[in-house]
């Protein structure tokens, strides 16, 4: 009876030992990430994720679990940017990780709509959709407040509205969402999205998104 007594509690020992390492060891690096941040993405993405240039998205706020696998996309081919693969070249998936916790614990600085009427217009559509073309409500996959699902879509609060509507053109003309082996699954259902958008359209949304809070 002692002994299996003492033979349960050493298991006891044993699993909560690993039970703590697992998650030491699965703790992102924040630190490491923030060195990184400072030496490989603030050039174009800032220090704390809030882009300089609207030709670069702002990671701010991003959900830390699209990001890493945003990197993970880019380092494998899935997502194609001469400039980002360079990026990730040497990225381990621990620093991707860490890199998606960092700029998801970041705080963004918001944006601000430029026109009116088509903020107007992408209200509508970013909370009705267009039935007439069969387009979704934006807000069903990024949410009502932009603030997009973990893993599966991106935060569109607060994005520039120039690189939103550069997206959504990328998609539609199957530069994204296209990988030949069908890997980027989401990307795969915002390119059949984009392409019943119309130009008018993608500009209305991207106004639009850029204001929400």
Known sequence: MR?????????????VSGAASAESAAKPDLPKAQQIVSQVCAACHGTDGNSATPANPNLAGQPAQYITLQL?????????????AGMVATL???????LGAYFAQQKPKGSAAKDRNLVLAGQRIYR?????SGLPA????????????????????????????????AFKAGER???KDGTDINGKVM????????DGEMQAVAQYAAGLH
Not at 191 to 198: E, F, I, P, W, Y
């Open 3 to 15: 002994y299996a007594l003492w033979l349960a509690a050493s298991l006891f020992v044993v699993a």
């Open 72 to 84: 993970e996309h880019f380092k494998s081919g899935v997502r194609s940017s001469a400039v980002m």
């Open 92 to 98: 381990t998936p621990e620093d991707m990780r860490a």
């Open 128 to 132: 009705g959709g267009n039935a007439a």
């Open 138 to 169: 934006c807000s069903a996959c990024h949410a009502p407040t932009g603030v997009g699902i973990p893993s599966r879509y991106p935060r569109l609060s607060g994005q520039y509205s120039d690189y939103t509507y550069a997206q959504l053109k």
């Open 177 to 179: 969402g296209n990988d």
């Open 191 to 198: 390119a059949q999205v984009a392409m019943r958008m119309s």
